[in-house]
């Protein structure tokens, strides 16, 4: 059983940066593709990035490109997402989320119906 948690959310004001972590344990952290979504209240959750195996090919939803920057570190079995230039759409609470599957199918998806494991989320709040 893979178990994930999420740091780092809080309070920041537009233009700001926030780093947010997910810690990995469990099964072999190194054979996910990991991905980072988010959600707001009576919404879809909605994919914002996603990483391969190595950490090649990031793929970033358009209304985040340029702004947040996706890595993992398979030594210590986190991924982390750097936000900067936060806007107040991008308040959201944030999920950190696995792709077991990922390793047989070499997809990197930005489906959450694949995402088999997910972190109990992360608020960030950002003021206008």
């Known amino acids: 059983q893979v178990q994930l948690v999420e740091s780092g959310g809080g309070l920041v004001q537009a233009g700001g940066s926030l780093r947010l972590s997910c810690a990995a344990s469990?099964?072999?952290?190194?054979?996910?593709?990991m991905g980072w979504f988010r959600q707001a209240p009576g919404k879809e959750r909605e994919f914002v990035s996603a990483i391969s195996w190595r950490g090649g090919r990031p793929d970033y939803a358009d209304s985040v490109k340029g702004r947040f920057t996706i890595s993992r570190d398979n030594a210590v079995n986190t991924v982390s997402l750097q936000m900067n230039s936060l806007k107040p759409e991008d308040t959201d609470v944030y999920y950190c989320?696995?792709?077991?599957?990922?390793?047989?199918?070499?997809?990197?998806?930005?489906?959450?119906?694949?995402?088999?494991?997910w972190g109990q989320g992360t608020q960030v709040t950002v003021s206008s």
């Open positions: 989320a696995a792709d077991p599957g990922s390793w047989q199918t070499g997809r990197l998806s930005r489906d959450k119906s694949v995402y088999d494991y």
């Open positions: 469990g099964g072999t952290f190194s054979r996910y593709v």
